[in-house]
């Protein structure tokens, strides 16, 4: 794909208060072809939020399925949950040890992609910004609702950077006793590549895994039609569908700033907080949607150009030939823009 002029602007449309990705499969207008397939679906809870899983195919035992999958997501948990205290990554977070640690496989392909993506964001992601999120009140502990002094930022910033961790060869380490690692901004998404990847271990190759919406798609549904997801208007009084997308054998993930949020003299603090300022952004970008095969991926993009901002955002996308959609707020209205790649999964 070329690296071309790669945007193209939508007409302001509609006020857009929330913008998020639902699991809404948009009855087809053909008419369904027996192909002697049924379509499952398994749904549950995990991390803080529900999954819902459909697979297709025949006599396919749910049950089973389930229970491979709950372990799959039960093992994640224990791997990296920061609510879970004696989890790993809690283990690593609360030791004051500057000594190396050798870390489980899950761990490393989650922090692996983690740094990677902060190299690439040129530090937009960045998942040792944990003291940043707590002192906002958006972490594990309980939430303060204050803005906090410009001392507190100040020396919580200093606890904070990807610099102060190392990790090479499944060895992990960190240059200041306090370092915290929060990976919650692309652990959803890993779980969705796991099941993903544990659902085709099972030889079903039609599915869509979704949890806390991000979402990896494969295949048909059963009458044989490509799966739909619908990028939806706002939740508070309607429900209507404000864009068809067919992402085809991939991931769609998206990253917003006006769910998790509180408001202090009249300001919005957003849950995203931009590494280098220390403070949640504060900019007119509403949303980023990214469609990439890996949901892990997906899903550290769509924060990593949240914190960017529009216009960094844009030139990253470009710059790094991603398929993305992003609705910003102008003083016409919402905006929505789209690289050319992002374009071949608009319906
Ligand atoms: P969204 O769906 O809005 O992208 P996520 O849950 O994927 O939200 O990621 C936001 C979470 O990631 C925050 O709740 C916080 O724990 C953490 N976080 C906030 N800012 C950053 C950042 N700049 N880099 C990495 N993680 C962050
Ligand atoms: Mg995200």
């Not at 200093?158 to 499944?170: E, M, P, Q, S, Y």
């Amino acid at each position: 794909m070329s690296a071309s002029v790669n945007f193209f602007k939508f007409k302001p449309t509609i006020k857009l208060l929330l913008l998020t990705i639902i699991v809404v499969i948009v009855s087809g207008c053909f008419p369904s072809k027996d192909l002697g397939r049924q379509e499952y679906l398994v749904q549950g809870n995990t991390m803080g939020t529900t999954y819902n899983i459909k697979v297709v195919g025949e006599n396919i035992d749910t049950v089973k399925l389930q229970q491979g999958i709950d372990k799959k997501l039960k093992q994640l948990n224990q791997e990296m949950s920061t609510y879970i205290g004696d989890s790993e990554l809690s283990a690593f977070n609360k030791s004051t040890s500057l000594s190396v640690v050798t870390t489980s496989p899950g761990l490393a392909r989650v922090l692996n992609e983690a740094i990677r993506l902060g190299k690439l964001s040129n530090g937009a992601l960045d998942v040792t910004v944990g003291p940043l999120v707590n002192l906002w009140g958006f972490g594990p502990e309980y939430r303060p609702e204050t803005v906090p002094s410009d001392e507190l930022l100040a020396a919580t910033k200093a606890r904070v950077g990807l610099d102060k961790l190392a990790f090479k060869n499944g060895m992990l380490s960190k240059s200041i006793p306090d370092l915290y690692v929060d990976l919650s901004t692309i652990a959803k998404g890993y779980g969705v590549d796991l099941i993903a990847e544990f659902i085709e271990d099972k030889g079903i190759n039609n599915y869509l895994v979704e949890i806390g919406g991000e979402m990896r798609l494969k295949g048909f549904k059963h009458t044989g039609e490509l799966w739909h997801v619908a990028i939806e208007k706002p939740l508070s009084n309607e429900r209507a569908v404000h864009q068809i997308i067919v992402p085809k054998d991939n991931a769609v993930a998206t990253s917003g700033d006006y769910r998790i949020y509180f408001e202090a003299n009249g300001q919005r603090f957003s849950h995203i907080i931009d590494p280098k300022t220390g403070k949640p952004i504060n900019h007119k970008l509403v949303s980023v949607t990214v469609i990439h095969p890996s949901s892990m991926t997906a899903d550290g993009l769509s924060t990593a150009m949240m914190v960017m901002g529009e216009e960094k955002a844009l030139a990253f996308a470009e710059a790094n030939d991603l398929a993305v959609y992003i609705i910003a707020k102008t003083d016409h209205g919402f905006v929505e823009q789209s690289t050319v790649k992002f374009m071949q999964y608009l319906k």
